[in-house]
């Protein structure tokens, strides 16, 4: 018997070939354009377990190199769900992810949350679990500081991109800049004139040295306001399970007074 050499067959299949590299070229780009926008990759856990996301930028729930996700939250978070038998995967994510994790995924809490709302939102919250003290920077050289006189009417403020602090400030009149997820480029919309304050967490623990010795040098910080901080529960995850979130306050409320010794260690991001 001899093979026929079916140029057509031949034709498509190379076609197919260049298709399937051109999809591979588009997949590794998108993945690439993703990681540099700060866009946390789909997340991987079994079945059943709890994605508790934040975006490390507070003490409670904060994100370093050497200790991965840590604080006084994920202690409190790893200590109640133990003592509930359940499972709970701690997660990086930005914040201007945050509305869109707790609408649409299951199984899925994000933390900080403002004790703050309508009705809906408060309900979903359990805690509080510390406190997010929210900061002013602006230049020492600037000709009007927050809390002057003419400060609201007159300035160009913005904050971390989604958060409810740029809706706040969006909301009280304020002129807002484009904000961004990264504290680093918030301070370097300060530095460079772009805007004359940002209202954010204190970040300042967070900023390598170099960094943390100019915004001492250069930058003014002034407290606007501590705030409760507390998980919020997503939709899904509610609806789905109502009784769940009174289970986890009472679980909470039970670790944040009795002793976590024993309780498994801190979690590390995924």
């Given at each position: 018997?001899?093979?026929?050499?079916?140029?057509?067959?031949?034709?498509?299949?190379?076609?197919?070939?260049?298709?399937?590299?051109?999809?591979?070229?588009?997949?590794?780009?998108?993945?690439?354009?993703?990681?540099?926008?700060?866009?946390?990759?789909?997340?991987?856990?079994?079945?059943?377990?709890?994605?508790?996301?934040?975006?490390?930028?507070?003490?409670?729930?904060?994100?370093?190199?050497?200790?991965?996700?840590?604080?006084?939250?994920?202690?409190?978070?790893?200590?109640?769900?133990?003592?509930?038998?359940?499972?709970?995967?701690?997660?990086?994510?930005?914040?201007?992810?945050?509305?869109?994790?707790?609408?649409?995924?299951?199984?899925?809490?994000?933390?900080?949350?403002?004790?703050?709302?309508?009705?809906?939102?408060?309900?979903?919250?359990?805690?509080?679990?510390?406190?997010?003290?929210?900061?002013?920077?602006?230049?020492?050289?600037?000709?009007?500081?927050?809390?002057?006189?003419?400060?609201?009417?007159?300035?160009?403020?913005?904050?971390?991109?989604?958060?409810?602090?740029?809706?706040?400030?969006?909301?009280?009149?304020?002129?807002?800049?484009?904000?961004?997820?990264?504290?680093?480029?918030?301070?370097?919309?300060?530095?460079?004139?772009?805007?004359?304050?940002?209202?954010?967490?204190?970040?300042?623990?967070?900023?390598?040295?170099?960094?943390?010795?100019?915004?001492?040098?250069?930058?003014?910080?002034?407290?606007?306001?501590?705030?409760?901080?507390?998980?919020?529960?997503?939709?899904?995850?509610?609806?789905?399970?109502?009784?769940?979130?009174d289970r986890f306050q009472i679980a909470v409320d039970g670790c944040k007074t009795g002793d976590m010794a024993s309780a498994p260690g801190k979690?590390?991001?995924?």
């Open positions: 018997m001899f093979a026929v050499y079916d140029a057509s067959a031949h034709t498509c299949a190379a076609r197919r070939g260049d298709s399937l590299k051109k999809r591979t070229s588009v997949l590794a780009l998108s993945a690439i354009l993703a990681l540099t926008a700060g866009i946390a990759a789909p997340s991987h856990a079994d079945e059943g377990t709890i994605l508790l996301y934040t975006h490390g930028d507070t003490y409670p729930a904060q994100w370093s190199e050497e200790n991965g996700i840590s604080g006084i939250a994920i202690d409190i978070a790893t200590c109640a769900f133990s003592s509930l038998d359940m499972n709970v995967q701690f997660e990086l994510a930005p914040l201007s992810r945050a509305t869109e994790l707790m609408a649409e995924h299951d199984n899925a809490l994000w933390f900080p949350s403002v004790l703050a709302g309508e009705e809906e939102r408060l309900n979903r919250l359990v805690g509080p679990v510390g406190s997010v003290d929210l900061m002013w920077y602006s230049l020492k050289s600037a000709p009007i500081k927050p809390g002057e006189d003419g400060f609201r009417e007159n300035a160009k403020v913005t904050a971390y991109t989604g958060s409810r602090t740029e809706s706040m400030l969006k909301a009280e009149g304020y002129t807002l800049a484009p904000g961004s997820a990264d504290h680093m480029r918030l301070v370097h919309l300060v530095i460079s004139g772009g805007v004359d304050a940002v209202l954010a967490v204190d970040f300042r623990w967070k900023l390598p040295k170099a960094t943390k010795a100019i915004v001492a040098k250069h930058m003014d910080t002034r407290l606007y306001k501590a705030f409760p901080v507390a998980y919020q529960v997503s939709r899904p995850f509610a609806a789905r399970d109502p009784g769940f979130i979690g590390q991001a995924q």
